[in-house]
C-alpha cells in the first residue's frame, strides 16, 4: 500500500467550508463548533444544507442530491482550503455515487476531516483521489465543542503537524510486536459495509487498521470482523490499533472478542489509542506511512500528517 498525497497544512486566514454528508446537525451545536474555528482565526463557510433535515427520512441532513451538492461545491471551490464534517450519523452511503469524482480530482488536495459514518468518504477520498484524509472530531461534534484535549490535537495537526507525530496508547499490547504501514480504517460497521462497493478498497493490504465502534452489541462487532475476515479484506495487513467501543459491551468482552477473530492475524494489535467516539478524541492521518510499536504503546508517523 503506497502513502497518499498529503494537502497542504492549515494557516490563519483559511477557509473552511463546513458540510453535512449524514445526519442532521443541531443549530446550537453548528454554532459553538464555528466560534472555537473562529478563535482559532479560520474563516468558516456554512455550506447551504447543513441544517437540513429530510422530509421523510429525518436521520438525514436533507437529500441526497443536496448533501452531495454542498461537499462537491465545497471541494471544488479554489477558495477553499479544507472541508469539515458538522457531524456524523447515516447517510454518506446515499450520497457518494452522486459526486463527481473527475472534477473533485481536478480540484486537487485539500484537507478533509470526519470520522464515524464519514469512514466511507475516507475509503473513496484513498481509493477515488489518493489523498490523505483526517479522522477527528467534527465541527458540531460535542467532543469538539467541549472537550480541550480533542480541540487542541486537532488544531495542532492542522497547524503544526510536526508537532504531534507520535500518538500514545493507554492501554497494552494484545498481540506484542513492531509493524509498518499506511494507516487506514475507521468505524468497523462501515468498513464491513463497504465491501462490495465502487468505492472500498480491494483490502487493507499493507496496512496498519485503524477500528472503533460505537453503541454495537458483541455479536454484530463479531459479525463485522468476521465478514472482513472471510472477504478476505483484513488478508496482508501489518498491524492492527484499536480506539474507543462507546456504548458497546463491557470492553472485556471487546478484548475477547478482537483475540478471537483478529489474533489469528499474527500481527500487532493494540489498544485504547484514543480515537473514535470517546471523549478527547485524537486525529488521525489516514494515508500516512506510519509505526506501530506494540509494546511500547506509540504510533510514529513517518511524516507530518499535512505537508
Known amino acids: 500500500m503506497k502513502a497518499l498525497v498529503r494537502p497542504r497544512r492549515l494557516a490563519p486566514g483559511a477557509r473552511v467550508a463546513v458540510v453535512a454528508p449524514s445526519g442532521p446537525v443541531p443549530e446550537e451545536r453548528l454554532q459553538a463548533g464555528l466560534d472555537i474555528l473562529r478563535g482559532w482565526d479560520l474563516e468558516p463557510v456554512v455550506a447551504p444544507h447543513v441544517l437540513d433535515r429530510h422530509g421523510t427520512f429525518d436521520y438525514l441532513a436533507g437529500t441526497d442530491a443536496d448533501r452531495a451538492a454542498d461537499l462537491q461545491s465545497a471541494w471544488c471551490d479554489p ?23 473527475d472534477a473533485l480530482r481536478a480540484a486537487g ?17 484513498a481509493t477515488r483521489l489518493g489523498l490523505v484524509t483526517l479522522h477527528g472530531p467534527m465541527a458540531a461534534g460535542i467532543d ?72 454495537e452489541e458483541t455479536y454484530r462487532l463479531d459479525r463485522y470482523l468476521t465478514q472482513l475476515l472471510r472477504a478476505g479484506w483484513l488478508d496482508g495487513v501489518t498491524g492492527i490499533l484499536l480506539g474507543s467501543w462507546e456504548r458497546c459491551d ?21 489498544e485504547e489509542f484514543g480515537f473514535g467516539h470517546c471523549e478527547g478524541a485524537l486525529t488521525v492521518p489516514f494515508g500516512v506511512p506510519a509505526e506501530l510499536d506494540a509494546e511500547a504503546g506509540t504510533l510514529t508517523l513517518d511524516v507530518p500528517a499535512l505537508a
Open 79 to 101: 477558495t477553499v482550503d479544507a472541508v469539515l464534517c458538522a457531524r456524523g450519523g447515516y447517510g454518506v452511503q446515499r450520497m457518494t455515487g452522486l459526486l463527481d469524482w
Open 109 to 125: 488536495p485539500k484537507v478533509f476531516l470526519g470520522f464515524s459514518d464519514i469512514t466511507a468518504l475516507h475509503e473513496a477520498f
Open 144 to 215: 469538539f465543542i467541549k472537550n480541550a484535549r480533542a480541540q487542541e490535537h486537532l488544531r495542532a495537526t492542522l497547524f503544526e503537524p510536526e508537532s504531534v507525530r507520535t500518538l500514545t496508547s493507554s492501554g497494552q499490547a494484545l498481540v506484542p510486536g513492531r509493524a509498518r504501514g499506511v494507516l487506514l480504517g475507521g468505524c468497523l460497521s462501515l468498513l464491513a459495509a463497504e465491501l462490495g462497493t465502487p468505492h472500498a478498497r480491494p483490502s487493507a493490504r499493507g496496512g496498519l487498521l485503524c477500528l472503533e465502534d460505537v453503541n
Open 250 to 270: 463491557p470492553y472485556d468482552r471487546i478484548r475477547a472478542l478482537v483475540l478471537d477473530r483478529l489474533g489469528g492475524l499474527g500481527v500487532p494489535i493494540a
